[in-house]
């Protein structure tokens, strides 16, 4: 038995309504609905941590020096001439630790011209100055290959000014930017996997052919550079590479001479 609660006479558990007052007695308790969703949001508070590399070419010492003897005879002058040519096969099959993968051919799905047109540093005077680039123009860029957050920085100090290549491991072009000399720039939201570096010095950049005219000269670094992105619950962890395109007592990364040719295949 229960009371009604309104006119407080017993009645049966299972009514209902009141047979005395005629009121309703059923309770209609609220449900409360869940939803399901198997996405992760990271939390507000999340971090993001960076993994800082830094890649410095090493500047050889100059303090010892290998020194041969001139022969004295005919038949020592053909050894030698015998011995440097093979001697310099060797090292030019054997030059890089790390050969340059052929470059791939680029198509126009997913390249974008630069954001702003490169703007010449010209004048009509008789003696024309070096022509070059503002520092940071974007020569190339391939959109599709920056949907990720690792970072490259790469100053230049050489002396000279610079065009930089970012390139995949399999030889697909990725970036290239003009940065000048004293100055740096950077890449950034780079997808993860694996890169190759080029990079040419010289001046007086022709736009029209997209080399220097004076005094080029390329080179590529031995090292890959490989970007990884890890993500947790609390947050993100990236990696943010820096270079210096000028050798440095001490530095710990090795680059190689290419023919400007190879660089203008990239």
């Known amino acids: 038995m229960k ?16 047979p005395n007052c005629k009121m309703v007695l059923i309770e209609k308790i609220p449900t409360k609905k869940t939803s399901f969703n198997n996405s992760y949001t990271p939390p507000k508070d999340q971090t993001t941590k960076e993994n800082t590399y830094t890649y410095t070419p090493s500047k050889k010492s100059s303090t010892s020096k290998i020194r041969f003897g001139i022969p004295n005879t005919a038949k020592g002058w053909i050894i030698s001439i015998v011995g440097s040519i093979l001697l310099t096969v060797v090292l030019s099959y054997h030059g890089a630790s790390n050969p340059l993968p052929d470059p ?3 198509t126009n799905i997913g390249n974008i011209n630069p954001l702003s047109p490169p ?11 070096p022509r070059f680039l503002p520092n940071s123009t974007i020569l190339f860029s391939n959109q ?13 100090g050489s002396g000279s000014d610079a065009i930089v290549k970012l390139i995949t491991n399999d030889g697909r ?4 930017v003009y940065i000048r000399n004293n100055n740096s720039s950077s890449i950034k939201n780079i997808n993860d996997g694996v890169y190759r570096l080029l990079f040419s010095f010289g001046s007086d950049w022709d736009s029209s052919q997209k080399k220097f005219l004076i005094n080029p000269s390329a080179q590529a670094f031995d090292d ?3 970007f990884k992105t890890t993500h947790s619950r609390n947050g993100s962890e990236y990696d943010n590479i ?3 395109l000028n050798s440095v007592v001490g530095g710990n990364a090795t680059a190689q001479p290419i023919d400007m040719s190879v660089f203008d295949n990239y």
Not at 144 to 156: A, K
Not at 173 to 176: L, N, P
């Open 224 to 226: 890959n550079f490989d």
């Open 3 to 18: 009371k009604c609660p309104f006119c407080k006479n017993e009645i049966e558990i299972i009514e209902e309504q009141c």
């Open 119 to 129: 703007v010449l540093n010209t004048t009509s005077i008789t003696k024309t100055p």
């Open 173 to 176: 072009k990725v970036y290239s």
């Open 104 to 106: 791939i051919p680029t």
């Open 242 to 244: 820096s270079i210096t």
């Open 144 to 156: 599709l290959s920056f949907n990720g957050l690792g970072v490259l920085n790469i100053s230049n």
